[in-house]
């Protein structure tokens, strides 16, 4: 169903790599709320994924950019001006990497030059983003800039990796330039601390279908969906959420506020009785 929230906004989208990616799913629905947006990925990604499909479904164009590259990044804020026709009113930063984990390097162990480039990749290119949009006054009055992260910023969670370090990076990052951002352009910046999503990025992670299935029963509503974060960011990026800004905004089913459930408890009860 859509209720136009969109309609007249232009915007970036950063991440969409293929039908099950959250950013996808946002492009999809910010389509059907009127927005137009430039589509926008690092060539890598772009030759593993399916973009020119959402683009074409979508009426957009795509502007391939390093998100860690300012160079990039400038030229994509200029074109996505050019090519939209005036300023942004909203950015969606859905990137993350870690090449510790792809290499199955254990967090004590460590190859620092992988974890530089994640953190370069997941968290500074956040910075990167904005310090960009910011110089080159980008941004419409009341945009809209989310980030998305994940509870392993707060909470520990062995497998995540140095990731979990990426993401609370990546909220700080929202939190001291989003001051910037809404005192000077009146520019909103949020994240989204989404539950474990089946994407193909999250599939990487070690033991992630068993994430997947823990938190869906610690969850009084289980597992927020991609389906259900594209929503969230929507009204993010619309105007009903004008002066929520420096959050950190748990779309999860109520897992961040869980200790244990009865569903977790049964699990190991039965678990405890066989052995």
């Not at 927005?35 to 020119?52: E, H, S, Y």
């Not at 999503?197 to 927020?224: E, R």
């Amino acid at each position: 169903m859509s209720y136009n929230l969109l309609k007249g906004k232009r915007g970036i989208i950063f991440g969409a790599l293929d039908e099950n990616s959250i950013a996808w799913k946002t492009a999809e629905r910010v389509h059907e709320e009127g927005g137009t947006f430039v589509l926008t990925n690092a060539p890598v990604a772009m030759r593993m994924g399916q973009i020119n499909e959402l683009a074409e479904k979508t009426g957009s164009q795509i502007i391939p950019a390093d998100a860690t590259s300012v160079e990039d990044l400038q030229n994509l804020v200029e074109k996505s001006m050019e090519i939209l026709g005036g300023k942004i009113d909203f950015v969606l930063h859905s990137i993350g990497m870690s090449i510790n984990v792809r290499k199955g390097k254990h967090y004590t162990d460590q190859n620092y030059e992988f974890t530089k480039k994640g953190t370069d990749v997941s968290a500074m290119s956040f910075h990167k983003v904005m310090q960009t949009l910011y110089k080159a006054d980008a941004m419409n009055e009341w945009g809209s800039i989310v980030g998305l992260s994940y509870m392993a910023a707060q909470r520990v969670f062995p497998d995540y990796n140095d990731m979990a370090d990426n993401k609370a990076y990546l909220e700080s990052v929202a939190r001291s330039f989003g001051y910037f951002f809404g005192k000077d352009k009146k520019v909103r910046v949020n994240t989204i601390s989404q539950s474990p999503t089946p994407t193909t990025a999250g599939s990487g992670v070690k033991g992630f279908d068993g994430f997947i299935a823990y938190a869906d029963k610690m969850s009084p509503l289980g597992n927020a969906t991609a389906e259900d974060c594209a929503n969230y960011t929507v009204a993010m990026f619309s105007d009903l959420t004008k002066r929520v800004t420096l959050q950190n905004l748990y779309n999860d089913g109520g897992f961040s506020n869980m200790g244990v459930s009865n569903e977790v408890m049964e699990a190991f009860v039965a678990s405890e009785t066989k052995e």
